[in-house]
């Protein structure tokens, strides 16, 4: 059974942050590019941020500057910190390999609103 589990989400300001965790079971992380994906109502699922095994990332452009992904092999995780969040960035975020490889998780749910 491969199962990633998504943490972290919840209700935040504009211009707040959350860090969001990505745990892997029955999956190494470490031989997969990574990458965190989200989806909004009415909305197709959109890659955000990606990690290459080697540590080199990729950011799609609506994020880049605020979003920065990581990784820690050894716990088998990654995360997602988001910082100066705007109401466009509310959506289920999502992890998976770069390959979209794994089973889709719950996500977690990220809701920007004052």
């Known amino acids: 059974q491969v199962q990633v589990v998504e943490s972290g989400g919840g209700l935040v300001q504009p211009g707040g942050s959350l860090r969001l965790s990505c745990r892997g079971s029955g999956i190494i992380f470490r031989i997969y590019a990574m990458g965190w994906y989200r989806q909004a109502p009415g909305k197709q699922r959109e890659l955000v941020a990606e990690i290459t095994t080697g540590g080199s990332t990729n950011y799609a452009d609506s994020v880049k500057g605020r979003f920065t992904i990581s990784r820690d092999n050894a716990k088998n995780m990654i995360y997602l910190q988001m910082n100066s969040l705007k109401p466009e960035d509310t959506a289920i975020y999502y992890c998976?390999?770069?390959?979209?490889?794994?089973?889709w998780g719950q996500g977690t749910q990220v809701t920007v609103s004052s």
């Open positions: 998976n390999t770069g390959g979209m490889g794994a089973s």
